[in-house]
C-alpha cells in the first residue's frame, strides 16, 4: 500500500492537527493531561505527538509549569504561504500615517507566549526623546499598552493563566502587580477599544494600544503610540487615542475584516 494512503499515518496526521488545533485555543498553554482529555487520546500518544512536534520546533514546553504551546514556527511557516496577508505589510501604510499624524513614535507587536514582541517601530518625526524600543525586542504582557489591548480579548481564565506564568513585578511605582487591578483595567480596555500604558513599563513614557485580529490563525497583534508622559497628558491622550482607533479602520479594510 502506498504510504500516502496507509491509514495509520493518516490517523497520525489527523492527531497531530487535532493537537495543534487545540494547542492554538489555549494561548496560556495547557498540562498533558488536559490536552488529553480534550483532544480524546491517550495521554502516551498525546506526549509522543508532541515530543515529534517540540523536537521540529512547532512546540514548546514550559520549564516550570509544564505547559505546553505552539511556538512562532508555526506562525512563520504560515507567514510564508500567505506572505500577501502579513500584518506588517497591512498595517505599516496605516501607522506611518498614524506616527506623521500624531508626531510620535508607534511600534507594531505580536504577541509570543506572556510577552510581546516588536515588529516594527516608525520614530517620531518632531521633537521627541529617543525610545528604547527597538525591533526584536520582548516586553511583557501585563504592564504594557500594547500586551493589555491583547488580553483583553481573552476571558478572564486565559488572562489568569498568562499572569500566573508571568514574571510579574514593578518595573516602575505605576506598575500593576495585582491581578483583580488588571482584570478591571481590561474591562475598561474592552468598554473603549484602547489600553493605556501610564508609565507602567518605562517611568516618564505613556503609550495607547489598539489590538489587531488575528490572521490566519497567527500570534494576535498590537499597535500604539508612545510619547513622553509630558506631551501625553489626558486631553492629547483622548485625541490620539481616536486616531489610533481610526487607523485600525483602515488596516481592517485593508485585510477584508469588518470594523
Not at 238 to 257: F, S, T
Amino acid at each position: 500500500m502506498d504510504k500516502k494512503e496507509n491509514p495509520a499515518v493518516v490517523q497520525s496526521v489527523e492527531r497531530t492537527f487535532m493537537i495543534i488545533e487545540e494547542l492554538g485555543r489555549m494561548p496560556g498553554g495547557i498540562a498533558l493531561g488536559d490536552l488529553s482529555s480534550k483532544v480524546g487520546l491517550h495521554k502516551s500518544t498525546v506526549h509522543r505527538l508532541l515530543t515529534c512536534l517540540a523536537g521540529m520546533g512547532y512546540v514548546t514546553q514550559d520549564s516550570f509549569t509544564g505547559r505546553y504551546r505552539l511556538s512562532l514556527k508555526l506562525f512563520e511557516v504560515a507567514g510564508r504561504a500567505v506572505n500577501s496577508l502579513d500584518i506588517v505589510s497591512a498595517a505599516k501604510p496605516h501607522l506611518d500615517r498614524l506616527s506623521a499624524k500624531c508626531g510620535e513614535a508607534v511600534h507594531l507587536v505580536i504577541r509570543d507566549g506572556v510577552d510581546m514582541i516588536y515588529v516594527y517601530k516608525v520614530d517620531a518625526n518632531v521633537n521627541s526623546i529617543r525610545m528604547s524600543s527597538s525591533v526584536g525586542l520582548r516586553i511583557p504582557m501585563y504592564c504594557t499598552g500594547v500586551g493589555k489591548a491583547v488580553l483583553a480579548e481573552y476571558a478572564e481564565e486565559e488572562v489568569k493563566q498568562i499572569w500566573e506564568t508571568s514574571d510579574i513585578r514593578p518595573l516602575t511605582a505605576n506598575t500593576i502587580t495585582d491581578l483583580w487591578v488588571l482584570q478591571e483595567q481590561l474591562e475598561l480596555v474592552r468598554r473603549r477599544g484602547y489600553a493605556v500604558d501610564d508609565e507602567e513599563n518605562e517611568p516618564g513614557v505613556r503609550c495607547v494600544a489598539v489590538a489587531l485580529p488575528q490572521m490566519l490563525g497567527g500570534p494576535p497583534a498590537a499597535y500604539s503610540v508612545s510619547a513622553p508622559a509630558m506631551r501625553m497628558r489626558d486631553e492629547q491622550l483622548q485625541q490620539i487615542a481616536e486616531m489610533a482607533l481610526q487607523a485600525k479602520v483602515g488596516i481592517l479594510h485593508d485585510i477584508g475584516v469588518s470594523p
